[in-house]
């Protein structure tokens, strides 16, 4: 078995096969066999990814594309970025998770904190983790500023 070079995350995108190759079609179809067809649609499979450097992403076929997504911004700093690593082996040696509103942890002070001293409209946090989850704690910290419960909601 040959190894494959190591990604130094400065590739150029590369094709060896047409995408999906062999190798993403069979993940992909074991995938489907336990996910079933409503994740992808019955008539298309995904590129299954393998490994990444950066923005740089290769397939389980070795072709490599640049990765524009950004992992819908957790992979902001790239795919393996080192300070990432480093914070997550960090934290993992420590704390693997505190449920935060139950059981805060220090991070998550130190975390809000740092939000909070930062001033203005920001001397207090609140922290979600999506935009419906934010969009919520804005409603009800609306509801218990005013003592309100009614809204008025505009489109376009």
Same mark, same amino acid.
């Given at each position: 078995?040959? @190894?494959?070079?190591v990604? @130094?995350?400065?590739e150029?995108?590369?094709? %060896?096969?047409?995408?999906?190759?062999?190798? /993403?079609?069979?993940?992909?179809?074991?995938?489907?066999?336990?996910?079933?067809?409503?994740?992808?649609?019955?008539?298309?499979?995904?590129?299954?990814?393998?490994? &990444?450097?950066?923005?740089?992403?290769?397939?389980?076929?070795?072709?490599?594309?640049?990765?524009?997504?950004?992992?819908?911004? !957790?992979?902001?700093?790239?795919?393996?970025?080192?300070?990432? *690593? @480093?914070?997550? /082996?960090?934290?993992?040696? +420590?704390?693997?998770?505190?449920? &935060?509103?139950?059981?805060?942890?220090?991070?998550?002070?130190?975390?809000?904190?740092?939000?909070?001293?930062?001033?203005? !409209? %920001? $001397?207090?946090?609140?922290?979600?983790? $999506? &935009?419906?989850?934010a969009?919520?704690?804005?409603? +009800?910290? !609306? *509801?218990?500023?005013?003592g309100?419960?009614?809204?008025?909601?505009?489109? &376009?």
């Open positions: 078995m040959s @190894r494959r070079p990604l @130094r995350g400065d150029l995108p590369a094709m %060896l096969v047409p995408p999906p190759g062999p190798k /993403s079609l069979a993940a992909a179809k074991r995938l489907r066999r336990s996910e079933g067809a409503a994740i992808w649609g019955r008539d298309s499979l995904p590129i299954v990814w393998d490994r &990444g450097k950066g923005s740089v992403v290769e397939d389980r076929d070795g072709n490599r594309y640049i990765d524009l997504t950004s992992g819908f911004g !957790a992979a902001s700093l790239g795919h393996a970025a080192p300070e990432i *690593a @480093r914070a997550v /082996s960090s934290q993992a040696r +420590r704390l693997i998770q505190g449920l &935060g509103d139950l059981q805060p942890h220090a991070a998550r002070e130190r975390l809000v904190r740092r939000l909070a001293g930062k001033g203005g !409209a %920001l $001397s207090s946090v609140l922290l979600a983790s $999506s &935009g419906s989850e969009v919520d704690l804005a409603l +009800r910290t !609306a *509801a218990l500023a005013t309100r419960r009614r809204f008025v909601a505009f489109e &376009g």
